[in-house]
């Protein structure tokens, strides 16, 4: 009885030992600029978000460092001094998160961390981040909630909400597509699935009170069979079906549907589309929507640092660079601008205080184009986004009819919940 | 009217998919008693095969009706390695512990396999969806389903009826049901019962392998594939009673049939349809529709 | 000195030892709070252990308990850490009382998927709620004791020494019960449930007993995580939570009231250093921990071999 619980006190004194002495000798001189950066590396998220993320910061942060970034972000390093990345997996769960949120701020040493597509894993580690004094930037997670229920000083957003993203696609098929009666969904059963869902009916709802919800289904997460739920969909005769499915998720439905009809017979709008569409650009059928969450992409404007980040991205990894790519892109050029804005010119380092002074209500540029922090009293980003209908050309995927939306039109301002705010949209847009 | 038929069909295509896929979880428990947790990772593990070696087979421009058997071909090959190397090399030293010793080994297992398949193919998505559409659809009453789907149901019946011919049938087979029935009794017999364990575990492993390659043409393959899979396997295996073949067939009968209504007319209650159907069975029949009587010892 | 007194020795001195490094070393609160949380509930799946049975469904409590103290904390207000570990315990004991009626019918393999079957409804009620969130969850309200604060920069110690005594009454309290008769009887049930009949003593009831126990612990245990981690969502809810404690309580072994506790601190350790060393291969990382722990000690074990005895 007591040589078990001797063993386990042993292994316990090791494996302390252990986790603990790494992170002694990893403490050296401060100079560099650390920062942690968290996103998927594994399970379902990894492939399409959390891995181009991951990209996205490697092949930025070396050019960076090695000062072969096109304006604005010419200089080297950030401020002059190196950036030094320490990679974390967000896999595992809100409670495991924030505990290794806690390890990088108080072991690893970091200077500001980086990350975050979960959006169950923003709500949890936004108290933290002032908890801990921390200089914290979420790039993607959609969640409205962080910045509308809550006011924060050490957390920062680059990435607009999902909000935008539902609103956008009921304004873009209103002004594509005539008479639209029944209006059908499918989407995944958890938070995102459901706000966007929910987001997208009362947006619809405002702009025509008489259009009948045929029918909406919400499979669990990762189901990956929807033979049922799209013959309930084709019976049900939507004019069109909204979709915020990605990732495996998304190409099972693609995979499944298209054979069968479903996206000829309604209009798809297909709100987080673009993840699929490097892979399986070629079986998206035409008329389908497709959103980025935002300008990335396909939807990016052409200014120079797009083209660079295009080109470096893809020379490196073989493959464009998706939405993710992007907006992680984002949040490390946002730093870099916040960093030196504090800096003004001077040699020594800017203090916390003074970085996240300079952060506030800032306008930087991304490969996406203009962001501005404009929300959550300059701690929130807005932005604009697109929408384009799937045409294909010959072989070549296109999209064409693309109408951008800037971000007052879709986003809430400052201090109103996106419920209220849709409803209080005119019908008149 | 419509509707019905519609519920009755995406309820049959359902329950052969899941009747395939946890029909190699139920041998294994039958024979071994060991609720096998890798089992998402040999589904995974087939479906990554059958990508690879069917997509090489058709960018090498060769038939693609042939595909098909490529893809159970894909599928027997990983049963064949991944089963005797668990088995041998590490599941015949746990043999004796605790059922739930042997579960968590599984569940060991199953995080390893995972991770050495990200290791094998990456993050990205693989694709063989060509099987999938070539077969055409098939449109009656209003209704459109892909020819696949009742392929698939075909395979589901064979392999039922092709699992129960052996074990019933061959000599081989009898002689698992002894096993089955009483370990002990059949080693002083004489029985090469580590034989028979190996078999059956290579066995269920190339089930569930087949599983995933007629699954991979119809999604795209990705990490965790397999964690989704588990419970609906566990679920169909314990709802049909742990062990019993037939039980399978009925206990996915009815999560795909009762599935398949809650889409059609209330969606909302989807979500633990499986889990409800779960509860219901177990709290009227305790052991599962089918268990097997077992004698108690005292 | 008598296997009581040598236990209390022991969990007095665990406590002082847990406190000192606590102060010493900061960094160490969290994760250790949160192990000595997600200990409490292993503990009370040692009992069901101990008592043959094992339950794949602590989640289910482990999320009821945490749900009750964050909506009361973020609803009505409540803060203070002692009312809502308490009302968290209280809710998953009511809730013990009504399915225990069910789940003490059930053995061995049908047990653990029923209850399994029953914490999955609950995620599923969970996901579809969304005034609490869905699968976002919500944020608990930073608590206090005895009206100062507890949680935050400042608080952060008092929340870590408060769930130490947690721990230590609790281990304590389950120490003093195996004493009683009714807590002897979890042994003799494991054995032998006819023998146990024969003695005249109600096994249905005995079991419906330590289910409820075990339960409250897990309440309390997901109260308590709930409270330090600051949020909670329908994952507490999951099989693989479940899971993580039925391996958990696996690994430390039955042996003695402070096992779970122990497991359940290095199960942490080992997971953290997984991540932070091989952020690309942690789940094979802790695979083949988990595989070495259940070779090489199988004295963490040894309480289950004894069961072999039992008809399978």
Known sequence: ?429 | MRELLAVVIDGAIYASWLFVVAIGLTLIYGVMKILNMAHGSLYALGAYAAASLGGAWLAGGHSPYASYAILVLAALIVGLIAGPLLERGLLRFMYGKDEIVLLLVTYAVFLILEDVIKLIWGVDPYFIAQPYGMLGNLDFAGLTYPVYSFVLIAVAIFTGIGVAWVLQRTRPGKLLLVVIHDREVSLAMGINVSLFYLATFTAGAMLAAIGGALTAPTVSVVPGMGVEVIVLAFAVVVIGGLGSLPGAALGALIVGLVRSAAVHYLPQVELFSIYLVMALVLVVRPKGLFAGFEARKI | ?312
């Open chain 3, 1 to 312: 000195m008598n296997a009581r007194d040598r236990t209390l020795v022991t969990l007095v001195a665990a406590l002082v030892a847990l406190l000192a490094l606590g102060a010493l070393l900061p960094p160490w609160q969290f994760l250790a709070t949160v192990a000595l949380a997600k200990g409490c509930a292993v503990l009370g799946l040692m009992l069901l252990l101990r008592t043959g049975l094992v339950s794949f469904g602590q989640g289910l409590y482990f999320c009821l308990g945490a749900y009750s103290a964050g909506s009361l904390g973020q609803f009505f207000g409540v803060t203070d850490a002692l009312v809502l570990l308490t009302v968290g315990s209280l809710v998953a004991a009511v809730v013990a009382v009504v399915l225990g009626f069910l789940l003490a019918n059930y053995r061995s393999i049908f047990f653990a998927m029923l209850s399994l079957a029953l914490s999955m409804i609950l995620y599923g009620l969970l996901v579809k709620s969304e005034a609490l969130g869905s699968t976002d969850g919500f944020n608990v309200t930073p608590p206090t004791l005895a009206g100062s604060a507890i949680s935050g920069h400042d608080g952060r110690f008092s929340l870590y020494a408060l769930a130490c005594v947690v721990a230590f009454a609790a281990a304590l309290s389950l120490d003093r019960y195996f004493h009683t008769p009714l807590g002897r009887l979890a042994a003799a049930i494991r054995d032998n449930e006819l023998r146990v009949e024969y003695m005249g003593a109600s096994v249905r009831q005995a079991i419906h007993v330590k289910y409820v126990i075990a339960c409250s612990l897990a309440g309390l245990g997901g109260a308590l995580t709930g409270l330090t981690v600051g949020h909670i969502d329908p994952e507490m809810a999951y099989w693989t939570t479940s899971g993580e404690f039925v391996f958990v309580a696996i690994l430390a072994g039955t042996g003695s009231v402070a096992a779970p506790f122990l497991g359940s601190v290095l199960f942490e350790i080992v997971r953290s250093v997984a991540y932070q060393h091989s952020p690309n291969t942690w789940q094979l990382a802790l695979g083949t921990a988990m595989l070495l722990v259940i070779m090489f000690l199988p004295n963490g074990l040894w309480s289950m071999f004894a069961t072999r005895g039992k008809a399978a």
């Open chain 1, 1 to 429: 009885m007591k040589s078990s619980l001797w063993q386990c006190t042993w292994l316990a004194a090791i494996a302390a030992a252990l986790a603990w002495i790494p992170s002694t000798a990893a403490a050296e001189d401060a100079k560099p600029f650390r920062v942690g950066i968290v996103t998927f590396l594994s399970g379902a998220a990894a492939g399409p978000f959390g891995v181009p993320a991951r990209n996205g910061a490697e092949v930025v942060v070396e050019a960076i460092n090695a000062g072969t970034v096109v304006a604005p972000y010419a200089s080297k390093g950030i401020g002059g001094a190196p950036l030094e990345i320490v990679f974390v997996d967000e896999a595992g769960g809100t409670t495991k998160q924030v505990t290794e949120y806690r390890n990088l701020v108080q072991q690893k040493n970091v200077d500001a961390v980086i990350g975050y597509i979960s959006s169950g894993d923003c709500l949890a580690i936004a108290p933290v981040a002032d908890e801990l004094k921390k200089l914290t930037v979420f790039f993607d997670c959609g969640t409205p909630r962080i910045f509308e229920d809550a006011s924060y000083k050490y957390l920062f957003r680059t990435g607009a909400t999902a909000t935008m993203d539902n609103v956008a696609a009921a304004l873009y098929l209103h002004q594509h597509k005539k008479n639209i009666r029944k209006i059908a969904g499918i989407n995944q059963n958890y938070a995102w699935g459901q706000d966007s869902w929910n987001d997208f009916v009362a947006t619809m709802k405002v702009l025509d009170p008489n259009v009948q919800i045929a029918t909406s289904q919400m499979p669990k997460l990762l189901a990956g069979q929807y033979g049922a739920e799209i013959s309930a969909i084709l019976s049900a005769d939507a004019d069109v079906v909204h979709s915020s499915f990605w990732g495996g998720d998304l190409d099972a439905l693609i995979l499944q549907g298209a054979p069968r009809g479903l996206f000829k017979k309604s209009t798809v709008v297909l709100t987080a589309g673009e993840t699929a569409v490097q892979k399986l650009g070629g079986q998206i059928p035409d008329g389908t929507i497709i959103g980025a969450r935002g300008p990335f992409d396909m939807f990016a404007p052409d200014t120079e640092l797009n083209r660079w980040f295009r080109k470096v991205y893809t020379d490196r990894y073989n493959v464009p660079p998706s939405y993710p790519s992007y907006k992680m892109a984002q949040a490390i050029f946002g730093l870099k601008a916040a960093y030196e804005k504090a800096q003004a010119g001077a040699k020594a380092s800017p203090s916390q205080e003074q970085i996240i002074a300079a952060f506030e209500h800032l306008t930087f540029e991304g490969p996406g184009g203009k962001v501005t922090m404009g929300l959550g009293k300059g701690h929130q980003a807005v932005q604009g986004t697109a929408y384009g209908t799937v045409k294909h050309v010959g072989d070549k995927f296109t999209l064409s009819d693309v109408a951008t939306y800037p971000a007052d039109r879709v986003t809430p301002p400052d201090g109103v919940k996106s419920e209220d705010w849709i409803k209080g949209l005119k019908a008149a847009k």
